[in-house]
């Protein structure tokens, strides 16, 4: 992976001393290589673009950036990897190419060259791009399908900018920078900002699977693929082997995971021992010939998190090169005070920590690593996806005065899954139950620390799910908006500030087009998920081996916040910082009293308030 930025200003010229300003933040995205080039001016229109390089493909100079196409006078600055450029490669040639590199970063210049914005739909990967045509005096910008790489932008009138991550973004931003507080309601509910709103008013992110052209005018941007279309069509036939198998999905999750062995530098893979990361090592060892395939893990003490003796048992069948890092509570928390620039925007995802810490063990060895990602979006894998629907049939066949006391009964119980459980008996529609077992806080919960009516930052993506069919629906919104704000942001900016490329198989546009056509009955049967993972994954491991408990990617962080955090709890949430930052002292210190005292446990709303209180102390104060 890489890390790219750039320039286009309207009537005045762009300097190399401001590409590098808006690089130097990114270096950790390319430890390898720089490069800054200033372009002739076209129609009174300056463009710059940056590039800071991680060495994948081709690791020589040829593949440096930013990269031109002299034929076409167009340059490209490229993050990314386009697994199925051989093939994209081979078609241009036999319309007359010629190319100078292996890589597939001079693939996608020639390739958008030749076919504009419909080549987008021919490449298959994940990426961040921006193409400069210097004949029309117009920029490209692009953003995979499901959203595995960031681009943020923003246009005052006469500058518009680009970079892969907002601290790249902010040497170029005029200010000042004021804290958007429609974004600010968003991430108090969810735990992150959903695209395409940042926490910055005026700079934006571009969303998965949309492309950006700017011309000197006001940018225009258009989405190139729809996964709710696909959803929203019969579903097809499943056509399982006698084992159970659909061969077809097998297949194409090979080609995924061959596609993903492309690399000029050693790379290996994450192993959970769940369904996901083991079906992921066991084909990669298929269509490596049997090779043996590094794997990587970490263990807790605490065995409540502790997934290390399942991911053994996997490794040991699979006979991977594995290695596991014991991971203590204070390992884990000596990352604290580094989240808040490593996610330069709020994000309360507390399974960043062990993401770093597996990140930073796989980088000892490799520079790439294979995930599982993508597994419970698309093969209805979270608990919530049956909790949200069961609670909703509850709320249609139950009054809601009786639903609410219940729920207040339930919430007695003060731990932390009774309070999501409360909220959702509560709610009324599918949109607000999902909405209640999903986010951190209501929007009531929002609106009493901010004092202003809070936002709805699902609205969209429920709105475009009601075509689809209806229980591919909650999953669709977890594709749409978890899966780009939290899960993919998290792995991305974790392993990319240890230099770190991760590649997620699952997510191949290809799979996922296979998989939400598929019928309900092919990824849940009862309690039963990911069903047609399960029967292929049977062939390669034992089922015993896999199939415990979900517990997901967590760190005690409740348990945390009441003694080793006890500090940092309080100087993040002092009242001067909650004031700044819009929200009612009061309130917080409530919240944060209850918590404490261990009267109520408010993990997720409590570190969600501390990760912004450290963001605005290293961001916000800038401000």
Not at 147 to 161: H, I, N, R, S, V
Not at 318 to 345: K, N, Q, Y
Request: aromatic share 6%.
């Amino acid at each position: 992976m890489c890390g790219i930025a750039g320039i286009v200003r309207v009537g005045s010229a762009v300097t190399l001393s401001q590409l590098t300003a808006m690089s130097d933040p990114l270096r950790h995205r390319g430890p390898d290589d720089q490069g800054a080039e200033v372009l002739p001016q076209v129609r009174g229109l300056s463009c710059g673009l940056a590039h800071r390089r991680l060495s994948i493909l081709d690791l020589s100079a040829a593949g440096r950036n930013p990269m031109a196409d002299p034929l076409r006078g167009s340059w490209i600055s490229y993050n990314g990897e386009v697994y199925n450029f051989p093939e994209v490669r081979a078609e241009l040639a036999a319309l007359g190419e010629e190319f100078v590199s292996r890589t597939d970063t001079e693939v996608v210049l020639k390739a958008c060259g030749r076919w504009g914005p419909e080549a987008l739909g021919r490449l298959a990967g994940m990426f961040a791009f921006a193409i400069w045509d210097g004949r029309s005096g117009r920029l490209l910008l692009a953003r995979d399908r499901l959203g595995k790489k960031p681009l943020y932008w923003f246009f005052d009138g006469e500058t518009f900018a680009f970079a892969s991550e907002l601290k790249g973004l902010l040497p170029a931003f005029p200010g000042p920078r004021e804290i958007d507080p429609e974004a600010l309601s968003d991430y108090l509910q969810l735990g992150y900002v959903p695209e395409p709103r940042t926490i910055f008013k005026g700079i934006r992110k571009l969303r998965p699977a949309e492309h950006l052209v700017f011309d000197g005018r006001e940018p225009v941007t258009k989405r190139y693929w729809e996964p709710v279309e696909i959803a929203a069509r019969p579903p097809r036939e499943a056509a399982p082997t006698d084992s159970g198998r659909d061969e077809q999905l097998e297949e194409l999750l090979k080609q995924a995971v061959r596609g993903r062995l492309l690399s000029d530098v050693p790379l290996g893979a994450f192993l959970s021992g769940g369904i996901d990361s083991s079906l992921v090592v066991a084909l990669m060892r298929e269509v490596s010939g049997g090779a043996p395939v590094r794997t990587f893990t970490i263990g807790f003490d605490d065995r409540r998190y502790d997934e290390s003796p399942r991911a053994a048992a996997v490794a040991a069948h699979l006979g991977t090169i594995h290695r596991e890092l014991r991971c203590s509570p204070s390992d884990a928390l000596a990352l604290v005070p580094s989240l808040a620039e490593i996610f330069d925007e709020p994000f309360a995802d507390s399974s960043a920590l062990p993401t770093l810490l597996v990140s930073r063990l796989a980088r000892q060895e490799v520079a790439v690593a294979l995930a599982g990602d993508g597994g419970d979006e698309l093969f209805h894998g979270y608990d919530r996806h049956r909790a949200a629907l069961a609670l909703a049939r509850v709320a249609h066949a139950v009054p809601r005065p009786l639903r609410e006391v219940a729920a207040r009964g339930i919430a007695a119980i003060a731990t932390r899954r009774s309070g999501k459980l409360a909220r959702a008996l509560s709610a009324g529609e599918p949109d607000e139950v999902y909405e209640a077992l999903v986010g951190l806080r209501t929007r009531a919960e929002a609106s009493s620390l901010t004092g202003r009516e809070a936002t709805r930052p699902l609205a969209e993506a429920w709105r475009r799910v009601l075509s689809a069919r209806e229980p591919e629906r909650i999953p669709l919104v977890d594709l749409l908006t978890y899966l780009p704000g939290d899960l993919l942001t998290k792995v991305d900016r974790a392993s990319m500030a240890v230099s770190l490329e991760v590649r997620a198989p699952l997510l191949d546009h290809r799979v996922a087009e296979y998989v939400l056509s598929l019928p309900l009955a092919a990824k849940r049967k009862g309690n039963r998920t990911k069903v047609a993972l399960r029967a292929i994954l049977a062939t390669h491991v034992p089922e015993a081996l896999t199939d415990g408990p979900k517990r997901g990617f967590g760190v005690p962080i409740g348990e945390w916040l009441r003694r080793e955090l006890r500090d940092l709890v309080e100087s993040s949430l002092s009242a001067p910082t909650m004031a700044a930052l819009g929200l009612d002292p009061s309130a917080v210190r409530g919240l944060k009293e209850q918590h404490l005292s261990g009267a109520y446990d408010h993990t997720d709303a409590l570190w969600s308030l501390v990760a912004l209180g450290e963001w605005h102390c290293r961001w916000g104060r800038a401000a």
